[in-house]
């Protein structure tokens, strides 16, 4: 069982985005969907889901904050490094 911890995800903007169970250490590059523990904004666990390559906007400041893509065959959101503040 991979060790995991609970961060927070704001855009540079200050907006609280996501809560998100990471795994392993080092930045945070992509969120696995089903990882996403509260989605602040309601910008990633939409019904229906967003779609492989559908751009992510925050809703406070409309960067782009992530890319939707499959990853080890698993919906994730690739983030967009120079958008996102991490702890
Ligand atoms: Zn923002």
Do not use: W
């Not at 069982?1 to 392993?24: N, P, T, W």
């Amino acid at each position: 069982m991979v060790k995991r911890r609970s961060i927070e995800v704001h855009c540079g903007c200050g907006k609280l985005l996501a809560r998100y169970s990471k795994g392993g250490k080092g930045r945070l590059v992509k969120m696995f969907f089903e990882r996403i523990l509260v989605d602040a904004c309601g910008v990633f666990l939409t019904e229906p889901a967003p779609a492989l390559h559908q751009e992510l906007f925050c809703p406070q400041c409309q960067k782009r904050i992530a890319t939707v893509q499959v990853i080890r065959g698993k919906f994730a959101a690739k983030l967009n490094q120079g958008a996102i503040v991490q702890p």
